[in-house]
């Protein structure tokens, strides 16, 4: 439990009662030696249907730092999520905070067998989201956290940590450079520490912080896809963004830039006449990629003003030309990187982020700063409303760790990130509430910022940039979905072709089309579009993967989607180009043995 108050808790999550599951220095001093003299408040707060919530606060009576930790129980799963706040409300700098985790936990496992499950994230590679299942021997520790400041970029923040009679499914919420530690003793206790990679600040007069977000589930029994389902289900259920109360699916869309010279070929003429063949073929999002603004790709990322000579009358003749169609409009931005030739450098160069090696791929738009984010909220959402947008698409090809940590004086180390990830949730949360029927498709060089914050505000509908030529890898793309679908419930990806087996190797409730659908083309379009559509159901279900995830040419790969509350589901099996077997024998899941099924 939380607190001897009994306000939360954990009990059901296999962690030693007594304990807060947070930690930090202070002043040199481990929090556990001083917390328990700190005053301390347990408060309820109001909170939504299938939760509880409540917020303790504890107050140093010397300095003034005040730590919250507001928890969410969801009374419907065995699963709690926090998040941490400190506030300097005393009148002085505080003493050198530091080492700040707000997950730091002693978890009793059984039995001798316990592995980590968890999973490359994107770095647009055949490893792209494959599992990674490792055995946590006694006495072994380790180390993960992604590269250059992108949350998932080479590792994914999520975590099914496995022994004989269960588990802890674990996903940190933190778009930013997060490190996760593990250790087990001699024995069967697993020490789990997770939060920002680098904290080492002090806070001035007024200022407040806060942390990466962690949801632990627990799950019982033997099948450790048990526990994956159950962090679907949470996801999907508090999560997941909804328009009008259903949940935002990803849509079937085209995207023009392949056709068009890396989109620096478009024009208002063109986009105009690829819309009606996309219409035809059920295609439900037309996609206006990187190279409408001034300065193209990439040279004018940063110059958010459509091109002149292409967009006489801007993009509104677009949006609606979509809109007539019956297609939504969805808009790529990258607003975060800023070349050296855009308007924002060149107007507004005080908040541009600079280090020593950037290269000429560009700086940083530092989010961080409140007068440069509200500039860019409102031009975004002005953008919004002007070319009724109804996917807003966040491109990020910068990794920004160096970025931070340059910005970082010596007793600051990790303020330019938090400041920065803070500034990235209030920019998408507003843009949100402004337009409450706008969803955001998160890039970020194809799936290398997914993580639990990200998913709960969009969707990533380009998960690896390994989409990005016309080289079809159905094999990559298969061990893309199989291996992100243990962890996050919505994505999509890029597809290049209609016949059965390469569509159905990357579509998921959507995909992004990104060739120009001919009319020779038209009906195979038509038929796998439709059959995405009419499978999108199950994928709201409990995922199993039926065989091992790999991206070996010699072995099949098949999973299964079942949806238990309408006795339906669906099973896709790839028997690959350089497979010696004939067949696959597979064991589904969820099946009742005393009913009848019906099989298509």
């Known amino acids: 439990m939380l607190t001897a108050e009994k306000a939360f808790f954990l009990d059901e999550l296999s962690l030693n009662t007594g304990e807060l599951p947070f930690s930090f220095s202070y002043g040199g001093n481990a929090s556990s030696s001083f917390l328990p003299t700190w005053t301390r408040e347990v408060r309820a707060e109001t909170s939504g249907p299938g939760t509880a919530r409540h917020t303790i606060t504890y107050t140093d009576p010397v300095s003034g730092l005040q730590v919250r930790c507001m928890a969410t129980r969801f009374t419907a799963y065995p699963a709690v999520e926090w998040v941490l706040s400190f506030r300097n409300t005393g009148a002085a700098d505080t003493p050198l905070l530091e080492c700040i985790l707000p997950l730091d936990v002693r978890v009793t496992t059984s039995g001798e067998n316990v592995m980590l499950y968890h999973a490359h994230g994107s770095t647009c590679a055949a490893t792209d989201f494959l599992p990674l299942d490792e055995p946590i021997a006694p006495k072994r520790q380790m180390d993960i956290a992604p590269n250059g400041g992108r949350s998932s970029d080479g590792v994914l923040p999520f975590f099914n940590l496995g022994w004989d009679t269960g588990g802890l499914v674990g996903a940190i919420g933190w778009s930013g450079q997060w490190a996760l530690q593990l250790e087990r003793d001699e024995n069967a206790q697993v020490t789990l520490q997770a939060g920002q990679q680098t904290t080492h600040l002090i806070l001035h007069p007024g200022e407040e912080i806060r942390t990466p977000r962690i949801l632990l589930i627990s799950w019982q029994g033997a099948d450790r896809l048990h526990g994956h389902n159950l962090l679907r289900k949470v996801i999907l259920d508090h999560y997941t963004p909804r328009i009008n109360g259903e949940i935002a699916l990803p849509p079937v869309t085209e995207n023009t830039w392949f056709v068009f010279n890396t989109g620096n070929d478009v024009t208002e003429e063109n986009q105009l006449a690829a819309m009606p063949s996309m219409a035809k073929a059920g295609v439900e999002g037309y996609w206006l990629d990187a190279g409408w603004f001034e300065g193209g790709w990439p040279a004018g990322a940063g110059s958010w003003v459509p091109k002149k000579a292409a967009f006489p009358r801007g993009l509104k003749p677009i949006g609606d030309a979509a809109h007539q169609l019956g297609m939504q409009f969805v808009l790529w931005f990258e607003p975060e990187r800023v070349t050296t030739q855009s308007l924002v450098a060149k107007e507004h160069p005080e908040w541009v982020m600079h280090h020593l090696n950037e290269g000429e791929w560009g700086a940083l738009y530092n989010l961080g700063n409140p007068d440069a984010r509200k500039w860019l909220t409102d031009f975004l959402s002005q953008c919004i409303t002007d070319w009724d947008i109804d996917i807003y698409r966040n491109d ?205």
């Open 396 to 600: 990020f090809n910068v990794a920004p760790l160096p970025f931070w940590r340059a910005a970082d004086a010596a007793d600051r180390q990790g303020m330019a990130e938090i400041r920065y990830i803070e500034g990235l949730y209030a920019l998408w949360d507003e843009l949100r509430a402004r337009h409450p029927k706008l969803t955001i498709d998160n890039c970020a060089s194809g799936g290398r910022r997914i993580d639990l914050e990200t998913t709960s505000r969009s969707y990533p509908l380009w998960q690896s940039d390994t989409q990005c030529h016309d080289k079809v890898l159905s094999v990559w793309d298969q061990g893309q979905n199989a291996g992100l679908s243990l962890y996050v419930p919505l994505h999509a990806a890029g597809v290049w072709a209609f016949d059965p087996y390469t569509f159905r190797s990357v579509a998921t409730t959507g995909c992004s089309v990104c060739v120009d659908i001919t009319e020779a083309q038209m009906e195979a379009a038509q038929q796998m579009i439709a059959e995405a559509k009419a499978l999108r159901p199950y994928y709201l279900g409990d995922y199993y993967p039926l065989l091992g995830i790999t991206t070996h040419e010699q072995f099949w790969c098949a999973w299964q989607y079942d949806r238990p509350d309408l006795g339906q589901g669906f099973v896709m099996c790839f028997r690959r180009e350089g497979s010696p077997f004939p067949s696959a024998e597979l064991q589904l899941h969820g099946l009742e043995a005393a009913a009848n099924y019906r099989l298509t």
